[in-house]
């Protein structure tokens, strides 16, 4: 297990810290607002960043390999793996399609959820014109199964916040922002899907607290943890409570 403690690299002036690496797999933080693989907004991206960086680190001649295994929307940052690669991205891409891929995520919402625990189970639709997605009845064509698990791990009264921890189940696209929001409670910065409880600026509150899968040629688990950087809403919460979330899930794991 690989905490969230590592060492930095920067290139094109973005931090991209590396929490694993070997000669298949690197494990990574991937930075708010950073796409995942590069889009028509021609803005730097984790793939390009990434092969940049290991072009430069291991003084590689000509094209670097690096293979997306899974994907966080561009304002989600958070713990990420890549295959560096053909045969770890064919395995680890295996490895997402058998559901063997783990993701955990915590989530800032707003108000209280009546349960400390659920499981939210919902048919999503997505618009794939306007980037977004929808709730709509079971057997709707297109339609497609939604569901997460969610925890309240702290809430904050006065400010009408919660910390959730979250575990989804199917990978839908914005599929926590929809579910949460279409259950009442909309993330924390989330314009799209909350717009009426949020204010332009506010940085949406997901983050990608673990990543792990099976390793693609040895008999172990690769897992890296990242905790949620100490800016708002995040330090509406103490920092010995992230703490204890990052040794209860080297815990589960273990």
Known sequence: ?????????????????????????????????????????????????????????????????????????????????????SKGASRLSDS???????????????????HSQATLKDTLLKNSRTNTSAV?????????????????????????????????????????RVQMAHAGHPLFGDQRYGGGLNRPGEQLALWSVLASAPHPVKDELVSIVSLPPRTKPWTQWSEALYDQLAKRLEYELD
């Open 136 to 176: 709509v009845a079971s057997g709707t064509a297109g339609g497609k199964d939604a569901v997460l698990d969610y925890e309240v791990l702290a809430t904050d009264q006065q400010a009408n916040l919660s910390l959730v921890l979250i575990k989804l189940h199917t990978g839908r696209s914005h599929q926590i």
């Open 1 to 85: 297990m690989d905490s969230h403690s590592s060492p930095t690299h920067a290139v094109a002036n973005v931090i991209v810290p590396v929490l694993y690496e070997d000669n298949h797999v690197i494990g990574v933080v991937k930075p708010v607002n950073i796409p995942s693989q590069a889009d028509d907004t021609g803005d730097a991206d984790m793939l390009t960043l990434i092969k940049q960086d290991l072009k430069q680190r291991h003084q590689k001649e000509g094209n670097v390999f690096l293979g997306l295994v899974h994907r966080l929307d561009r304002p989600v940052g958070g713990a990420m793996l890549f295959a560096k690669t």
């Open 96 to 114: 997402v399609r058998s559901g063997k891929l783990g993701k955990r995520y915590v989530a800032v919402l707003r108000g209280i959820p009546a």
